[in-house]
């Protein structure tokens, strides 16, 4: 147990010292996080009354009140607000030092935490996290699919070690590496009256029912700059019939007959060789993108997150247009 004393001092008398433990602290730093004691209690593995029983001992032993009940919120007191901060780089202190012994004792183990955007979280992603199993058995990686928006931001609050998205991030925090080639196509019913043609114009785009990926999405992103640099419409002049959260829904849709979508043509490669679907190009323009690995460059990487990220900038080279990685 790591124990620091905070002294007081007066001109007339030394008052008690401040006291507290690392394990306190990191239960008080998720409560501020989450705003919540049972969502704290969850993330530290504590039922709610041990969460409110630790905080109120911390509470004591420090002197003063840290935490305000407003409603179902909690938030910091100023005290709150002022150990906060510091709890902040103890228990960064305490990871680094964790890690650094980790990394000397040559130990790649443990569970690492990431997101991936739906086209390279669904299609690319898993194939290649089993050849780094292969590699470091004792390693598991949890690997949650969202957004591209919402990848970046579990990024920057530490929710994920890092993240694998379908556009690049201007955010100053992050850093963005290069990873994957892809290519975005027309995805329509094989049925469809377009089935035997290779390309149309961005004026017949704009004429058939469309289905669109969702709002933070990045192959939405990507589909509105090439509509604009078409010298379209934008996404706002396409006949919309519906938003859907993932590219898996997409292509059921456009199964369905609901409409015609742009879509990334990895998602779309057993469709394609069944004859379920068709796809075209747009006339004139090639629709390519990359997908980028994010960190966050202020938080300490463990040398297991470290032999990660090394393998999937390695794995990515030569092998830019997907296919099977070289183990």
């Given at each position: 147990?790591?124990?620091?004393?905070?002294?007081?001092?007066?001109?007339?008398?030394?008052?008690?010292?401040?006291?507290?433990?690392?394990?306190?602290?990191?239960?008080?730093?998720?409560?501020?996080?989450?705003?919540?004691?049972?969502?704290?209690?969850?993330?530290?593995?504590?039922?709610?009354?041990?969460?409110?029983?630790?905080?109120?001992?911390?509470?004591?032993?420090?002197?003063?009140?840290?935490?305000?009940?407003?409603?179902?919120?909690?938030?910091?007191?100023?005290?709150?607000?002022?150990?906060?901060?510091?709890?902040?780089?103890?228990?960064?202190?305490?990871?680094?030092?964790?890690?650094?012994?980790?990394?000397?004792?040559?130990?790649?183990?443990?569970?690492?935490?990431?997101?991936?955007?739906?086209?390279?979280?669904?299609?690319?992603?898993?194939?290649?996290?089993?050849?780094?199993?292969?590699?470091?058995?004792?390693?598991?990686?949890?690997?949650?699919?969202?957004?591209?928006?919402?990848?970046?931001?579990?990024?920057?609050?530490?929710?994920y070690e890092l993240g694998v998205v379908g556009s690049k991030s201007a955010h100053k925090s992050l850093t963005t590496r290069e990873l994957w080639n892809d290519e975005l196509v027309i995805a329509l019913p094989s049925r469809h009256k377009w089935a035997n043609r290779q390309e149309i114009s961005?004026?017949?785009?704009?004429?058939?029912?469309?289905?669109?990926?969702?709002?933070?999405?990045?192959?939405?992103?990507?589909?509105?700059?090439?509509?604009?640099?078409?010298?379209?419409?934008?996404?706002?002049?396409?006949?919309?019939?519906?938003?859907?959260?993932?590219?898996?829904?997409?292509?059921?849709?456009?199964?369905?007959?609901?409409?015609?979508?742009?879509?990334?043509?990895?998602?779309?490669?057993?469709?394609?060789?069944?004859?379920?679907?068709?796809?075209?190009?747009?006339?004139?323009?090639?629709?390519?993108?990359?997908?980028?690995?994010?960190?966050?460059?202020?938080r300490t990487v463990s040398p297991m997150c470290q032999a990660l990220l090394d393998f999937l900038v390695e794995t990515s080279k030569g092998n830019p247009k997907g296919g099977t990685p070289k183990s």
């Amino acid at each position: 147990m790591v124990r620091v004393y905070l002294m007081k001092k007066t001109s007339s008398h030394t008052t008690p010292s401040v006291d507290f433990d690392l394990r306190q602290l990191e239960v008080f730093q998720k409560v501020v996080d989450l705003g919540s004691f049972s969502k704290a209690g969850e993330a530290v593995f504590l039922a709610q009354a041990s969460v409110s029983e630790r905080i109120a001992t911390l509470e004591t032993m420090v002197g003063t009140r840290l935490l305000d009940r407003l409603g179902r919120r909690v938030v910091p007191t100023r005290a709150g607000k002022l150990l906060y901060k510091h709890a902040l780089l103890l228990l960064q202190m305490k990871k680094t030092a964790c890690l650094e012994m980790q990394d000397f004792l040559g130990n790649k183990q443990g569970e690492i935490s990431m997101g991936g955007s739906t086209i390279p979280g669904e299609y690319i992603l898993p194939e290649i996290l089993g050849l780094f199993r292969k590699k470091h058995p004792l390693v598991t990686v949890t690997l949650t699919i969202a957004d591209t928006k919402e990848i970046e931001s579990r990024v920057l609050e530490g929710d994920y070690e890092l993240g694998v998205v379908g556009s690049k991030s201007a955010h100053k925090s992050l850093t963005t590496r290069e990873l994957w080639n892809d290519e975005l196509v027309i995805a329509l019913p094989s049925r469809h009256k377009w089935a035997n043609r290779q390309e149309i114009s961005i004026k017949e785009l704009y004429t058939e029912p469309f289905i669109l990926r969702e709002v933070g999405s990045g192959t939405l992103k990507i589909t509105e700059h090439y509509l604009q640099f078409a010298k379209g419409q934008g996404a706002e002049g396409l006949s919309l019939v519906a938003r859907l959260g993932t590219s898996t829904a997409v292509k059921e849709g456009v199964k369905a007959g609901l409409g015609i979508s742009i879509l990334s043509s990895r998602a779309l490669d057993t469709e394609l060789k069944t004859g379920v679907l068709k796809a075209l190009k747009l006339k004139g323009i090639s629709m390519s993108r990359s997908f980028y690995l994010i960190r966050d460059k202020r938080r300490t990487v463990s040398p297991m997150c470290q032999a990660l990220l090394d393998f999937l900038v390695e794995t990515s080279k030569g092998n830019p247009k997907g296919g099977t990685p070289k183990s």
